[in-house]
């Protein structure tokens, strides 16, 4: 039986598309944070944008971790590698994100409702596995994601809530 036939039918296509999707915004996110490539900030000027939302403390080391972060959880995803692991990064940023941004709204002005959107596509990953289209496609956490799935929310919630208490 070929793939094309398979009782899936659109599904492995579809996670192939938001593990790409992600894996482009956050990774030029990352880009654009570290090393200021796009018309991006670099580590300076995102170093004071993450004082304003209110990160006080080890800013430079918060710079690197969510832009490396960010760059290689994206080339986890495009690979479909680790995909787990590569999910709970994005979303512990994702998470961190959020709630930076948290009292700006959902729109209105610096709304988190983009931020939100990217978590909500790492978590969805995180759920479902990378899709057959990876070269994930033959481990455990293909076939039976959610056991992985839970150990990743546990990581990405302690990183997230880490960053809240170190920075």
């Not at 990352?30 to 800013?59: D, E, H, K």
Request: no cysteine; aromatic share 12%; net charge neutral.
């Amino acid at each position: 039986m070929s793939r094309w036939s398979d009782e899936n039918g659109g599904l492995d296509y579809g996670l192939l598309v938001l593990r790409l999707m992600l894996a482009v915004a956050m990774g030029a996110h990352g880009l654009m944070q570290v090393f200021g490539l796009f018309g991006g900030p670099g580590m300076a000027r995102f170093g004071t944008l993450l004082q304003g939302y209110g990160f006080s403390r080890n800013i430079e080391f918060l710079t690197w971790l969510t832009g490396i972060t960010e760059v290689a959880g994206a080339v986890l995803l495009v690979l479909g590698l680790f995909t787990p692991l590569a999910a709970a990064g994005l979303l512990g940023v994702g998470i961190s994100a959020v709630r930076a941004k948290w009292t700006g709204g959902f729109t209105q002005g610096e709304g988190f409702e983009l931020e939100l959107t990217l978590t909500v596509i790492a978590f969805a990953l995180l759920l479902t596995g990378p899709g057959w289209y990876a070269l994930d496609r033959h481990t455990a956490w293909r076939r039976k994601p959610l056991g992985f799935a839970i150990g990743g929310i546990i990581v990405a919630v302690g990183g997230a809530v880490a960053v809240s208490s170190l920075f």
